[in-house]
């Protein structure tokens, strides 16, 4: 279903605690995004990574933080600095040669 | 900046009808703008795209046209049908490749 998953599908996090959303592409992709998506609004970038060991700041990266140590993985933590963190999170990637971007199935975070 | 538009927010057409809906974008040097379909709960998903050295392409009932003197572009759906409902983003490409803006959805809604 595209090779690119994400885990875990639900998560549920209490207030001022870390959480690290997964994001896995076996596809070869070059490039990997991470976008928010909050009801009734479109996707705004957080972060995104084109190559390894490189990644750079999107639109509303305050309160998140990513690594890309492996081509095939780009994780997001969310951290306690991010305010109001209940969101759907979308991971995407890219090939460099093509402009298309496969979606993963996203995860819906839930701050109690 | 980087800016795209995209109206309308919600569209309710009968079965059968056709559909536009119509993005403008700030970033004169954009030339590659796609089209994703988002199904309630589920990945967006490209369905059609077209690059700026075309005016026009189709693809079945799908099709989008792009004026690039005026910055904008859009989606024409005919034939509507129940199963084009869902949430409809464009988005243009902004520094290259490396960042795409997405709009902030339309919601289609098909009326059997």
């Known amino acids: 279903d595209g090779g690119i998953t994400q885990s875990p599908k639900y998560l549920f996090r209490k207030e001022g605690q870390n959480v690290t959303l997964s994001c896995e592409q076996n596809?070869?992709?070059?490039?990997m995004y991470w976008y928010r998506q909050d009801p009734g609004q479109g996707l705004r970038l957080i972060y995104y990574?084109?190559?390894?060991?490189?990644?750079q700041k999107g639109d509303i990266a305050e309160g998140y933080s990513v690594s890309r140590e492996k081509k095939e993985s780009f994780p997001l933590t969310v951290t306690s600095a991010q305010k109001n963190p209940t969101a759907f999170y979308l991971c995407?990637?890219?090939?460099?040669?093509?402009?298309?971007?496969?979606f993963g199935p996203g995860t819906r975070l839930t701050v109690l | 900046g980087e800016n795209v538009e995209q109206h309308p927010s919600t569209l309710s057409v009968q079965e059968g009808d056709s559909a536009v809906i119509k993005c403008t974008y700030s970033?004169?040097?954009?030339?590659?703008f796609p089209w994703y379909k988002q199904e309630l709960g589920k990945r967006p998903q490209l369905i059609i795209d077209i690059r700026s050295n075309v005016g026009e392409k189709k693809d079945q009932r799908i099709a989008v046209t792009l004026n690039k003197t005026a910055k904008h572009f859009s989606l024409h759906i005919t034939e509507t049908q129940p199963e084009d409902s869902a949430v409809y983003f464009c988005a243009a490409p902004f520094g290259g490749y490396q960042k795409v803006t997405f709009g902030t959805g339309t919601k289609l809604q098909v009326i059997p």
């Open positions: 970033d004169s040097a954009s030339n590659y």
């Open positions: 995407a990637s890219r090939l460099a040669s093509n402009n298309e971007q496969f």
């Open positions: 596809l070869n992709h070059d490039a």
């Open positions: 990574s084109q190559i390894v060991n490189d990644f």
